[in-house]
């Protein structure tokens, strides 16, 4: 069965400091991935998407991800994190039949 | 445009009342779902539609109901709420479905529902 996970369910990381995001799926396919942000007390927005080619992805507000087909996993990464990059963040797996998978989501903390 | 709305903001019910969910796209787009969203575990897929008069089940459908009249509109209806459907309720859209539903989904601001 399809499944995405995220291993860490909250994170902190210093004002200026890189972030990596982690997530793995499960699919028997060529997945397609998102890393989706939620902002408290909104809906999820966009950051980044993987549907083919290049395995390094660029997103929004400096975000980029990396596909690796042979550890299943397209973790989320900033070189250095902004007091407003705080906020919950979801990975997701296009899961055939017009669905879409999301993991249980990684809250980030940022510390001054 | 107004991109996803959904209406209520906020609502609470007594166990067994019935009430529904209104969402509204204004962008044209074919694919619309409803997802819930419980802590530690993302968010659920409970129905979806590719298209007006046509729905299907998701992941947690029980105790749903949905329509599809138009392409702008895709309410959700609790029959006979119950505490366990205490939760956020997000109404989601996509321009295409050619992709098989995989392309960008456009959030709305969500709804807060408790049930007592």
């Known amino acids: 069965a399809q499944s995405v996970t995220q291993p860490d369910i909250h994170i902190t990381v210093s004002e200026g400091a890189s972030l990596e995001l982690r997530c793995n799926y499960s699919y028997g396919a060529t997945p397609y991935l998102f890393w989706y942000v939620q902002s408290p007390g909104q809906g999820l927005q966009l950051l980044l998407k993987?549907?083919?080619?290049?395995?390094l992805v660029q997103g929004i507000k400096g975000f980029e991800a990396e596909f690796k087909r042979s550890q299943s996993s397209f973790n989320l990464r900033k070189p250095s994190v902004h007091w407003s990059d705080a906020a919950e963040y979801f990975c997701?797996?296009?899961?055939?039949?017009?669905?879409?998978?999301f993991g249980a989501g990684t809250r980030l903390f940022v510390k001054a | 445009n107004a991109g996803v709305t959904q209406t209520p903001k906020f609502q609470v019910l007594k166990t067994g009342q019935s009430m529904t969910l209104q969402c509204a796209q204004d962008m044209n787009h074919e694919y619309m779902s409803w997802y819930r969203q419980d802590p530690g575990m993302g968010l659920r897929l409970i129905h979806y539609?590719?298209?007006?008069?046509?729905?299907d089940q998701g992941e947690v459908p029980n105790g749903y109901n949905v329509s599809r009249s138009t392409t702008e509109d895709f309410p959700l209806r609790l029959l006979s709420a119950a505490p366990s459907q205490t939760s956020v309720y997000f109404c989601?859209?996509?321009?295409?479905?050619?992709?098989?539903?995989?392309?960008?989904?456009?959030f709305g601001p969500g709804t807060r529902l408790t049930v007592l």
């Open positions: 997701a797996v296009g899961a055939g039949g017009f669905k879409t998978i």
């Open positions: 993987y549907f083919s080619g290049d395995t």
């Open positions: 989601a859209s996509s321009y295409s479905v050619l992709a098989g539903g995989y392309n960008e989904q456009f």
């Open positions: 539609s590719v298209g007006a008069g046509i729905t």
